[in-house]
């Protein structure tokens, strides 16, 4: 079945470590996203990217990085410069803007991000 | 910058009872998305609005779309528990990938 499968699903990091979230696709979706979120709130965007090898910045991409040289995969490194890097990641892809459903968002099941 | 706001943030009401989440967005944009959030998951799309006066209906809920008054709704008609969730709204800039969530409204429905 298509979906998208992020890895770990769980991960504890020592202080001062770089970790690198998975993210990978089958759905053929040209956009990919991350977006964070932290308990009891909303998701806020860290880094979108609409075609292989273009992201853009969201609201929150201090801290982090991101890779996309191939259409299936968008990989987020957490690195040490981010300061609370504790919280839910989720990576999302989406459609091309047509159609029925144009641009609508499907999640990955999530990584949890534990800094120790 | 595109802000998206939510009202209420939470809600609490019986079952069989009617209520509107309301969500508010500052900028203009065709697109208008809503979805839902069990505790500890992932997200799960529900409705893709993508014009002015858009309605759509999935069993219990319909959201609409005001695109002039930069609003859109989601009703829920006769609550019941398994709608307890959070849910979302999220709005993307005219012509831009970049979607913005807006902040969650957290429902709980006591039988």
């Known amino acids: 079945d298509g979906g998208i499968t992020q890895s770990p699903k769980y991960l504890f990091r020592k202080e001062g470590q770089n970790v690198t979230l998975s993210c990978e696709q089958n759905l053929n979706h040209d956009a990919m996203y991350w977006y964070r979120q932290d308990p009891g709130q909303g998701l806020r965007l860290i880094y979108y990217s609409q075609i292989v090898n273009d992201f853009q910045k969201g609201d929150i991409a201090e801290g982090y990085s991101v890779s996309r040289e191939k259409k299936e995969s968008f990989p987020l490194t957490v690195t040490s410069a981010q300061k609370n890097p504790t919280a839910f990641y989720l990576c999302?892809?989406?459609?091309?803007?047509?159609?029925?459903?144009?641009?609508?968002?499907?999640f990955g099941e999530g990584s949890r991000l534990t800094v120790l | 910058e595109l802000k998206v706001e939510q009202n209420p943030l939470f809600l609490s009401m019986q079952e069989g009872k009617n209520y509107t989440i309301y969500c508010n967005y500052s900028t203009t944009s065709d697109r208008l998305y809503w979805y839902r959030q069990d505790p500890g998951k992932s997200l799960e799309s529900l409705f893709v609005l993508l014009s002015n006066g858009a309605v759509k209906q999935e069993g219990r809920l319909m959201a609409s779309l005001d695109t002039k008054a930069r609003l859109s709704t989601l009703h829920i008609t006769a609550a019941v528990h398994d709608l307890s969730a959070t849910y979302f709204c999220a709005v993307a800039s005219s012509g831009t990938y970049k979607y913005i969530f807006g902040t969650g409204t957290r429902l709980k429905v006591l039988a």
């Open positions: 999302a892809s989406s459609k091309n803007l047509a159609g029925e459903r144009s641009g609508e968002l499907f």
